[in-house]
């Protein structure tokens, strides 16, 4: 992961895979940030592969950097990604425009509801106990 703060924009890209473990980082993503900063922008042209906690991470950042005041977008989308993210909101087709709709809080609040519960049943399948 790589943060740059350029003016009043936050730019935060992300390579390889989007899982579990980036929690951490994608938690410090905003840790130097002034308050002055409009913008953060997540560009996922390097990150391949994303899991449902992954997308939780992503979704989380995106929760916090509005807390903040801040404007996401989030562009780069590449297709498994994309196509997780059609899973989980329940849009079929390969290339839905998921990423069109992410900017909507509602429907970012509905992503990390179906989210939860996708991670919860794959969890429970690898005989693990959901998450409370």
Excluded: C, N
Aim: no cysteine; hydrophobic share 40%; glycine share 10%.
């Amino acid at each position: 992961m790589d943060v740059q703060y350029r003016g009043h924009s936050v730019l935060v890209s992300l390579d390889g895979e989007l899982d579990q473990d980036a929690g951490t980082a994608l938690q410090k993503a905003l840790s130097d940030a002034t308050g002055y900063e409009r913008d953060l922008m997540v560009d996922l042209h390097g990150t391949l592969f994303m899991d449902s906690d992954g997308l939780l991470h992503l979704l989380d950042l995106h929760r916090r950097a509005e807390l903040r005041g801040l404007r996401v977008l989030v562009v780069g989308w590449q297709p498994q990604p994309q196509q997780l993210m059609a899973e989980v909101a329940g849009i079929p087709g390969p290339g839905s425009a998921t990423g069109e709709r992410y900017a909507l809080a509602a429907f970012r609040r509905l992503i990390e509801k179906r989210a939860e519960r996708t991670r919860d049943l794959a969890d429970f399948g690898a005989g693990w106990v959901p998450r409370a």
